[in-house]
């Protein structure tokens, strides 16, 4: 890519679309566009003529969809329904109006949901579609095997050459801090963080929490200012196993597939086989080692409540990222590290908002 071509970064100012546009201007990219940046407000990307005007208007020479526009894992089965709908019709517009419109390079950030967790660990790109996945998967796995499908199928037509990197659970800077729609660790952080606040009794400062980050829900709070003490429940074993990838190192990935040369790009985007690569930590660690971790940052926060009758998020995913390591990326930012990086986020956010309301 050249410095000075247009990049735009499909997004809805999330942990992936910040992450991508610190790492594009790092590397010293100075013509990023996002859908607030692009001056034409909030675009219903849903609508194929919009975005075809749109893709017209701007011309990027290059594109990331880093985020679906709803995160609808969490929500009921109508509004998920509802949901999905309109990310599948956002993804569709944006690859088929980029390949019409020549885009040279196209990635898309995808979930590990598509690989089923009884495979055969690690989960090599060539276990996509081995089994049949859980049905509390298929709504993140829909969206992201039909982008594979769509790149795969404009690929194999010759008029583009798109991939899709398959990313575990992100995590970073940046992030909502919803307990209802946040990644699964930023919601451990803040819940550690209301518990360590109730086991210092400041119900001033859990309110002050709730009013920044949104609703506490009900059954949160009720672990909070429970007689037995403080708690956090867990919807899971202690004993389950998750992989996190920090946010800035998937964008750095993203970036490195945008860089690599056309040769070794082509091999990712041919139309021999579907065009996706794992882009991993190489590391999960069980949910108990998890909250170790937490602690060690956030500081004592009370109990630890396993409740695993209700399981809440992906089973045990191990990626296999030996292709991505092979052309050239490796992670940077660990587990512990990420983790202190997160919470400074977490709490300079709530600073922020302090300021921001007393008029400073």
């Not at 020549?102 to 995808?110: E, K, S």
């Amino acid at each position: 890519m050249n410095k000075i071509s247009p990049i735009y970064i499909a997004g809805h100012g999330g942990l992936v679309e910040s992450a991508l546009m610190r790492s594009l201007q790092a590397a010293g990219y100075e013509h990023t566009i996002t859908r607030d940046s692009s001056g034409q407000g909030e675009l219903n990307l849903a609508d194929r003529q919009v975005a075809r005007d749109f893709f017209a208007e701007v011309g990027p020479e290059c594109v990331f969809i880093a985020e679906p526009i709803v995160d609808d894992n969490r929500e009921g089965n109508g509004q998920r329904s509802k949901s999905k709908h309109v990310n599948l019709a956002i993804q569709n517009n944006l690859i088929d109006e980029d390949a019409r419109s020549g885009v040279r390079r196209l990635v898309f950030v995808g979930s590990s949901c598509i690989y089923p967790p009884s495979r055969l660990q690690p989960l090599r790109e060539e276990n996509y579609l081995g089994d049949p996945m859980r049905i509390k998967d298929e709504s993140c796995a829909m969206e992201t095997i039909a982008a594979i499908e769509k790149c795969w199928s404009h690929n194999r037509r010759g008029d583009a050459a798109f991939c899709v990197a398959i990313s575990p659970g992100i995590y970073g800077r940046g992030d909502s801090y919803s307990l209802e729609t946040s990644c699964a660790l930023h919601s451990v952080l803040r819940k550690s963080y209301l518990a360590k606040l109730a086991t210092q009794g400041d119900l001033e400062g859990i309110a002050l929490d709730e009013k920044r980050f949104g609703q506490i829900p009900p059954a949160i709070m009720k672990d909070l200012v429970s007689r037995n003490g403080p708690s956090i429940r867990m919807n899971e074993s202690e004993s389950e196993r998750r992989e996190f990838l920090f946010a800035d190192d998937l964008a750095r990935a993203c970036v490195h597939l945008m860089e690599m040369p056309d040769a070794d790009y082509a091999e990712l985007a041919s139309a021999d086989s579907p065009p996706l690569v794992n882009v991993g930590s190489g590391e999960n660690l069980e949910v108990r080692q998890l909250l170790d971790m937490v602690r060690e940052t956030v500081g004592p926060y009370g109990k630890v409540l396993w409740d695993p009758d209700e399981e809440n998020g992906a089973s045990c995913r191990l990626l296999n990222s030996d292709r991505m390591r092979s052309l050239g990326w490796a992670p940077q930012v660990s587990l512990k590290e990420g983790i202190a990086v997160a919470y400074q986020d977490y709490l300079s956010r709530q600073e922020e908002r302090v300021f921001a309301e007393s008029g400073w």
